[in-house]
């Protein structure tokens, strides 16, 4: 996708894939699990960065991370 001259979503190069730990499920980019989850994108941030332990009950991780 391309927004007012920006590529968001996979075709952006610096997002990151997160991994919801409580249900398995993968998320190219983080927004695509906040619109999924009704999550907040921050708060998904704020889990994969350790600052936080869940958010609406869902534990999150950067897909990657392990790599």
């Known amino acids: 996708a ?3 001259g920006f590529l968001v979503g996979e075709k952006n ?3 990151t894939p997160v991994i919801c ?3 398995g499920e993968v998320f190219p980019p983080q927004r695509d699990a906040a619109r999924a989850t ?3 994108q921050s708060k ?3 889990c994969c960065n350790g ?3 869940h958010t609406h ?3 999150w991780q950067y897909a990657n ?3």
């Open 2 to 4: 391309f927004m007012m």
């Open 38 to 40: 009704e999550c907040e």
């Open 21 to 23: 730990l409580t249900t």
């Open 65 to 67: 991370k392990g790599e």
């Open 44 to 46: 998904i941030s704020l």
């Open 51 to 53: 600052k936080r332990n």
């Open 57 to 59: 009950g869902l534990r």
């Open 13 to 15: 190069g610096k997002s």
